[in-house]
C-alpha cells in the first residue's frame, strides 16, 4: 500500500465550477502538505503549503488539512480553462529525511469552456 | 530570479548505457533533490544534495548516482541503463535555510528514453 493516494482521475468540468482534488495518507509521520500543479511537459508548480488541521486560503484555491482523518484537500473557485492540469499531492516529515517529498499519482483535471 | 534549470531536456539511449543529467537550482539555493517520474509509479525521491553532500537517498539501486559541485550545481548519473529506466527525471532547488522546507521549486526535467 502506497503511502499516500490519490484518486488518479480524470475529472471534467465546466467553467465556473468548484473542483475538489483530494489525498489521504497512511504515515501519522507527514506534517507538511503540498500542492503542486503540473501542465503537460512541465515540472511541477509549487501552489501552496500547510502544516495545521484546517483551511488555508490563496486567490481561488484552499487547502483543507484533516490531520485525525489523515485527509487532505484542494478547492479551486471558479476554475478556467488555464486550471487544466495535473494535480499532485505532496508530503514530508519534520525530522531525517525533512526534505524529502512524498508525492500522490497526480489528479488530471480538465476544465471545459 | 531565473528558476531551475536542467540540461538535456530530452535524451534518448540504448540499453547498457550511462547517462549524466544536469541541475542547476535557484541563485542561492544550496538543496538539490532529484525524482523520478514515471506513469506507473508517479514522482518517486531519488536523493538529495546540500552542500555537495549526499543528506538522503531514496530506494533506487546504486546503478543511480549523483553529486553536487560547490556552486550548488548537480548531476546524477545511471549506469548500465535498463528500459524501465525511461522516465521524467526532475531536479527540486530549495535554499536550504530553516523554515524554507516547504518552499521546493522544480525544473522542467529531462526526459529519457532507453531504447
Known amino acids: 500500500q502506497k503511502e499516500v493516494e490519490q484518486d488518479p482521475g480524470p475529472l471534467s468540468v465546466p467553467e465556473g465550477a468548484i473542483v475538489s482534488l483530494n489525498c489521504t495518507y497512511s504515515?501519522?509521520?507527514?506534517?507538511?502538505f503540498m500542492w503542486y500543479r503540473q501542465y503537460s511537459r512541465k515540472g511541477p508548480e509549487l501552489l501552496m503549503y500547510?502544516?495545521?488541521?484546517g483551511n488555508k486560503e490563496d486567490g481561488r484555491f484552499t487547502a483543507q488539512v484533516d490531520k485525525s482523518s489523515k485527509y487532505i484537500s484542494l478547492f479551486i473557485r471558479d476554475s478556467q480553462p488555464s486550471d487544466s492540469a495535473t494535480y499532485l499531492c505532496?508530503?514530508?516529515?519534520?525530522?531525517?529525511?525533512?526534505?524529502?517529498?512524498?508525492f500522490g499519482s497526480g489528479t488530471q483535471l480538465t476544465v471545459l469552456p | 530570479k531565473a528558476g531551475v534549470t536542467q540540461t538535456p531536456r530530452y535524451l534518448i539511449k540504448t540499453r547498457g548505457q550511462q547517462v549524466t543529467l544536469s541541475c542547476s537550482p535557484i541563485?542561492?539555493?544550496?538543496?538539490v533533490s532529484w525524482y523520478q517520474q514515471t506513469p506507473g509509479q508517479g514522482l518517486q525521491f531519488l536523493f538529495e544534495?546540500?552542500?555537495?553532500?549526499?543528506?538522503n537517498k531514496g530506494n533506487f539501486p546504486g546503478r543511480f548516482s549523483g553529486r553536487q559541485f560547490s556552486n550548488s550545481r548537480s548531476e546524477m548519473n545511471v549506469s548500465t541503463l535498463e528500459l524501465g529506466d525511461s522516465a521524467l527525471y526532475l531536479c527540486?532547488?530549495?535554499?536550504?535555510?530553516?523554515?524554507?522546507?516547504?518552499?521546493?521549486?522544480f525544473g522542467p526535467g529531462t526526459r529519457l528514453t532507453v531504447l
Open positions: 505532496a508530503m514530508r516529515k519534520t525530522s531525517g529525511s525533512a526534505r524529502q517529498l512524498t
Open positions: 504515515n501519522s509521520a507527514f506534517q507538511y
Open positions: 500547510t502544516y495545521s488541521s
Open positions: 541563485s542561492g539555493h544550496r538543496s
Open positions: 544534495y546540500f552542500s555537495e553532500t549526499q543528506r
Open positions: 527540486a532547488s530549495n535554499s536550504g535555510g530553516a523554515g524554507s522546507y516547504n518552499e521546493q521549486f
